[in-house]
């Protein structure tokens, strides 16, 4: 049985390249976030935020602490005082609601004003 092998082009800085002027042509893609996909991670945080505040309190410990905080579900279980079945069904009730509530209303949210690392909420 033969194996292709794969063949990597890299492209070192170094390697003699086609030039336009004096500079290198090298097009290297960016790896940061645009700002369209800042606003928009952003965006989704503040309603995942403001969602979440309107969940019962029970629920929203059970899905804090597990999705957040990373718990395991007999963790969790110790930590409350419940069963991992009640677990289980707070963190499934918990998703339930927020999925519905964020297909109803996806921007529920008010709209901030962002100063270096404060938000001031306009009303």
Known sequence: MCLRKRRHRDIS?????????????????????????CYAQREAHLNLNEAL????HGLRTALILKHLYGYTTEDIAKRLGISVPAVKSRVLRARRRL?????????????????????????
């Open 53 to 56: 505040t309107t969940l019962p």
């Open 13 to 37: 800085r170094d390697d003699a390249v086609e030039r336009e002027g004096d500079s290198l042509n090298h097009d290297i893609p960016e790896w940061r976030p645009n700002p369209e996909q």
């Open 99 to 123: 999925r519905v509530q964020l297909r109803e209303n996806p921007t529920p949210h008010k709209r901030p004003i962002c100063r270096t690392d404060e938000t001031v909420w306009l009303s």
